[in-house]
Nanobody, 119 residues
Framework: QVQLAESGGGLVQPGESLRLSCAAS????????MGWYRQAPGKQRELVAA???????NYADSVKGRFTISRDSAKNTAYLQMNSLKPEDTAIYYC?????????????WGQGTQVTVSS
């Protein structure tokens, strides 16, 4: 089993930065891809960024150049550095883990952390 715990969400103003953390526990060695997804009110959950064990990354076009995903194997933690935040980034952000070699979301989800960007 895999457990994921997000942290770092909060309320920020446009243009500010925030860093989310996702700590994985359980069968961590089986995880190939970790990613961040978000869901805004009235919208479908969408991929924000994902990263493989080898460091390959996949970003949504809307966040390229602003967000950076990273992974610390020693701490079993994935991070999402979010810069130049916009009101459109407001959503619940979920951590995801996949045992498969694919960018498609896996079966393991965190409970989510709220990110609100407002002036």
């Amino acid at each position: 089993q895999v457990q994921l715990a997000e942290s770092g969400g909060g309320l920020v103003q446009p243009g500010e930065s925030l860093r989310l953390s996702c700590a994985a526990s359980g069968s961590i060695f089986s995880i190939y891809v970790m990613g961040w997804y978000r869901q805004a009110p009235g919208k479908q959950r969408e991929l924000v960024a994902a990263i493989t064990r080898g460091g390959s990354t996949n970003y949504a076009d809307s966040v390229k150049g602003r967000f950076t995903i990273s992974r610390d194997s020693a701490k079993n933690t994935a991070y999402l550095q979010m810069n130049s935040l916009k009101p459109e980034d407001t959503a619940i952000y979920y951590c995801n883990a996949n045992r498969l070699i694919t960018w498609i979301a896996g079966d393991y989800w965190g409970q989510g952390t709220q990110v609100t960007v407002s002036s």
